[in-house]
């Protein structure tokens, strides 16, 4: 039994030194000497957990993906376009701790397009994002917030591209893009496609 | 004369190499091994380029913006809101040249992150980028084509975080947004925009 609990706060240990190393420095500088320093432990202790790079890489989606789970959320203020405004709350960099994941997951990109494995659980990873972000929309739509006319999907898309593009603007530009200004950019951002009605013809 | 040559087709060559390491693998896959793999040539002659990893990445951004400078642009149907939808097609990943080139900058993003210097580059790039969205969006607004009462830096900042955003969902996910699709999301978007009439209050 305690070999067990030591085997389990071992764990922790590792997967919380690896945060540190991703926050502080991103995928690109996940390394296994980097995750052992943190530590202070060996690098040969670590290759116990994690024989290869990828497995480190795949564990650390693993890490990220537990942080932004348990994350505290935006209580919405009601359904369909609040609820929309919160989910999107909860992606931007309004805190120290969500500028952190932000930079976290922005780091992940380069290593999950350059490994089709990784690459395919960020796929997963945001398309389950919009199909949460949709069905906001679609409520939205059904409220008469959002235009009933267009498709949901779309309306889904370009809200989650806004509200990834300016996590990467607010991060490049924290001074530029303060807290304040990312709530004021999401309301204008929303406003518009609450007024948008029909897209134009492209021209 | 001829060694002055030799001198700068090799340059050429170590800069092509770099850029096909870029477009394969990212900043992430980028190093010294691997330019000169590219090349058939030894790490010895990379390092009388490159003396350290930093001096590699620095020109890499160089390779980038030489790239992204050099490649044809979308002529504008007009000035303003139609000049700003050209530069903004400009970044999107409609043709495999621009699908590399996005996964490129977008792999920067992890190295730029870590880096002061190289972080304060990308960021000097996207404050140049935004100057020249803002001159579109003031004509736009001038033309009554964009609300007149809204901050054109916060309508500028919306559009190229979209814009951002739309490259980073295209490219884990070019089945789901393809081209057209892309460029309906953009219409839909420069729509909502123009319609956004006053933000809302936050709520």
Redesign the interface.
């Given at each position: 039994m305690p070999a067990r609990g030591d085997h389990d706060a071992r764990r922790r240990d590792v997967s919380a030194a690896v945060w540190r190393v991703l926050a502080a420095?991103?995928?690109?500088?996940l390394t296994l000497r980097a995750v052992a320093a943190e530590m202070g432990a060996s690098t040969g202790l670590l290759t116990h957990y994690f024989p290869s790079k990828r497995e480190l890489l795949r564990h650390a989606l693993d890490v990220a993906d537990e942080h932004t789970s348990a994350r505290e959320r935006t209580a919405p203020?009601g359904p369909g376009l609040?609820a929309l405004r919160a989910a999107l709350l909860d992606v931007l960099p309004l805190t120290a701790e969500a500028t952190a994941m932000n930079?976290v997951w922005?780091?992940?990109?380069?290593?999950?397009?350059?490994d089709p494995e990784l690459?395919g659980r960020?796929?997963e990873r945001?398309?389950r994002w919009r199909t949460g972000l949709r069905a906001h929309v679609e409520a939205a739509q059904r409220l008469g917030e959002l235009p009933a006319d267009?498709d949901p999907g779309?309306?889904t898309?370009?809200a989650?591209?806004?509200?990834?593009?300016?996590?990467?603007?607010a991060?490049?530009?924290p001074g530029?893009?303060p807290a304040e200004?990312q709530?004021?950019?999401l309301?204008?951002?929303?406003?518009?496609?609450?007024?948008?009605?029909?897209?134009?013809?492209?021209?």
């Open positions: 420095r991103g995928f690109g500088g203020r609040a930079r922005v780091s992940s990109w380069d290593a999950a397009l350059s690459g960020e796929t945001y398309a267009a779309d309306l898309l370009v989650a591209s806004f509200a990834h593009g300016l996590v990467v603007q991060l490049f530009a530029h893009i200004r709530l004021r950019l309301d204008r951002f929303l406003a518009g496609l609450a007024a948008g009605g029909a897209a134009p013809a492209g021209g």
